[in-house]
Each structure stands twice: as C-alpha cells, then as structure tokens.
Nanobody, 123 residues
Framework: VQLVESGGGLVQAGDSLRLSCLFSGGTFSSYTMAWFRQAPGKEREFVAAITWNAGEARTADSVKGRFTVSRDYTKNTMDLEMSSLKPEDTAVYYC?????????????????WGVGTQVTVSS
C-alpha cells in the first residue's frame, strides 16, 4: 500500500484548507483510513478517521466541528476538509490506512503511512 498526501501549505488563522490522500497498491474499499498530525516537539496525534465503507467517521475533540473527513471511491482518495484553522493546527499531516473497521486513535494500530504534508497556520 502506498499513500501520498497533498494539499498542505501556509495559510492564515481562520482560513480553510483541503488535504487529500491518494491510495494505491491495494483495494481502497477494504481499508479504513485516518489522518494524524505531528507538531514540532510533540507526539503524533490522531485527527480523524473513516471506515472502509464510509459508514462511520470519527474526529478528535480538538478539531471537532472544524475538520471533516471523507473518501472518494472513484478517485481512491481520502480528504480532510479543514476550516477555521488555528495556529495550533500547524503540523505535518499524515495519512494512514489499515484493514479492519475499528476507528482507533492509537498510531501503532495503523501499519501503512504516507510521508506527510506540512500545514502552517499563521496568526
């Protein structure tokens, strides 16, 4: 499985940004997908996840109401729509994938990772 993130950049507080993760090397519809992020000097943390059939989604409390995760089976992509961005959202955002339906926040449960895309929010 290969995962490639895109869409990161430098934005101002209050702006919106859409990240995308392109999946290849497997059957996209069999994988539950997730976004994690890692800020400088901090642990990688869970942001959002969506099940293999898009039947269930989960977002971290820190981004609830501002971030929305979705997936497109025609493009084999998972997106993260981010709005009302804050400086504390600044991080490298990673895409992850796994077999199974559990929307776990534990990063060790996700065996497949992309290389990440940088999001920087200026105040």
């Amino acid at each position: 499985v290969q995962l490639v993130e895109s869409g990161g950049g430098l934005v101002q507080a209050g702006d919106s940004l859409r990240l995308s993760c392109l999946f290849s090397g497997g059957t996209f519809s069999s994988y539950t997908m997730a976004w994690f992020r890692q800020a400088p000097g901090k642990e990688r943390e869970f942001v959002a996840a969506i099940t293999w059939n898009a039947g269930e989604a989960r977002t971290a409390d820190s981004v609830k109401g501002r971030f929305t995760v979705s997936r497109d089976y025609t493009k084999n992509t998972m997106d993260l729509e981010m709005s009302s961005l804050k400086p504390e959202d600044t991080a490298v955002y990673y895409c992850a994938a796994k077999i199974g339906v559990e929307l776990t926040t534990a990063k060790l449960a996700w065996p497949n990772w992309g290389v990440g895309t940088q999001v920087t929010v200026s105040s």
